[in-house]
């Protein structure tokens, strides 16, 4: 049997006034994402179990089969994973975004979707001017780079459990002040993200990038801290060997950890204008040698931070006719199979940030049960008796 999940990364969404009332799922074209409802099942899942924050790393693990309230321990470690980045047991990894921040407001998380060749030399420079024995700073994809706290020997790092943070994605357009970070160690990450402004003010990509007309990278944001997760092989698991295709480092790590193999794709972004086509190509690739293949994409996620509903349709729209359209195709091919499409949380346009809730997922395949509904889009999901009040429940039933 061959399984594939596509993940319409935060797709999950409110009817819109400018949408005539509909949800992006519902007011975009999907013919494919619609088939598979019309062959299957619509159902709902809550991938966020309270207290966990809702967001990708949380509700990743839960759509992989495992229980973040017993296994997650912070966003970070998940991406220091991919990026390859060894953590020991005492060491601690934090999440660094290359943000602007203007007027002491969030104006952009992701610092005008700045490339990585912009970014790397930025964190190259606060590598050199704030870097030590203790504290290394890692260049990643684009805004996402990563810091790694290693107590030196004999001590403990500052942070706890107790030490909140809060995502730059979830304060956009708003004040500051009331969402730095706070608890254990909260000093010393407020230290360097205020001496981080003065170290990038003036720095030559800055500069070129203000030449430009584009937003400067004007701070650093520390958050989603924690140690490495100990994660049971999801082949030990499920018995199925698998494969993640992945701009987002976030989810990738996760895929890393569970021991899938990880397939890099040339133009994936993980933005608006990540190419679907050649990641449709990807996963088709992959089916012959693996059980379970996941193909996720960031950009519905990205449309709602910017609350662009009219990009959102069209990320689904392509998803759909590049990704779910072509893995359905192939799939009968190879004789048995399934097939899920899920995202893993919800991002309304609405708030531009991340919501707790259940999503509307849509599967079928070899053994599942039509249910003779005819779409896939929340509504129908809301009406469905197909519900996995524990998110992390869904792939047993998947799996079958």
Same mark, same amino acid.
């Given at each position: ?38 062959? /299957? ?78 970014? $790397? ?28 706290? $290693? ?43 205020? $001496? ?25 944001? #520390? ?17 199925? $060997? ?27 972004? /993980? ?39 009219? @990009? ?59 249910? /003779? ?8 999901? @809301? ?10 429940? #869904? ?6």
């Amino acid at each position: 049997m061959k399984y594939v999940i596509v993940i319409p990364d935060g797709c999950a969404d409110e009817g819109q006034d400018s949408l005539g009332g509909k949800t992006p799922l519902q007011a975009a074209n999907l013919p494919n994402m619609d088939r598979i409802a019309q062959l /299957g099942a619509v159902g709902r899942a809550d991938n966020v179990p309270i207290p966990l924050t809702p967001a990708s790393d949380v509700a990743t693990l839960s759509l992989f089969g495992y229980d973040p309230l017993v296994v997650y321990t912070g966003r970070a470690p998940l991406e220091t994973a991919a990026m390859g980045i060894p953590l020991g047991p005492n060491d601690w990894a934090i999440r660094c975004n290359l943000v602007h921040v203007e007027n002491e407001c969030m104006r952009d998380f992701t610092a005008g979707h700045i490339t990585s060749e912009d970014g $790397r030399p930025l964190i190259e420079t606060l590598q050199a001017a704030l870097g030590d024995a203790q504290l290394e700073f890692h260049p990643g994809v684009s805004y996402r780079n990563i810091l790694v706290y $290693r107590p030196a020997p004999g001590t403990s790092a500052p942070f706890s459990d107790q030490t909140k943070t809060q995502p730059p994605h979830d304060v956009p357009d708003r004040p500051i002040a009331n969402h730095l970070p706070q608890g254990p160690g909260s000093d010393l990450l407020r230290s360097l993200m205020e $001496r981080s402004r003065t170290i990038l003010g003036d720095h030559p990509v800055n500069r070129k990038r203000r030449d430009a007309k584009q937003r400067d990278a004007t701070q650093i944001w #520390l958050w989603g801290q924690g140690r490495a997760p100990s994660l049971k092989p999801f082949a030990e698991v499920y018995g199925k $060997r698998g494969a993640i295709i992945s701009a987002v480092d976030l989810v990738r790590g996760v895929g890393v950890l569970l021991g899938w193999q990880r397939i890099d794709v040339p133009g994936a972004t /993980g933005y608006l204008d990540t190419d679907y086509a050649a990641k449709g190509r990807a996963a088709i690739a992959a089916l012959p040698h693996y059980d379970l293949v996941c193909v996720h994409v960031e950009a519905p996620d990205e449309a709602s931070h910017e609350g662009k509903a009219d @990009e959102k349709v069209k990320a689904l729209e392509r998803i759909d006719r590049h990704i779910v359209g072509p893995l359905l195709e192939a799939l009968p091919d190879y004789g048995p199979y399934r097939i899920l499409v899920s995202p893993d949380h919800r991002t309304t346009l609405r708030t531009r940030a991340h919501a707790y809730g259940m999503v509307p997922f849509a599967v079928a395949g070899t053994g599942v049960a039509t249910k /003779g509904q005819t779409s896939y889009d929340e509504i129908v999901g @809301e009406k469905s008796d197909l519900i996995f009040e524990k998110g992390h429940d #869904l792939m047993n039933y998947f799996l079958g």
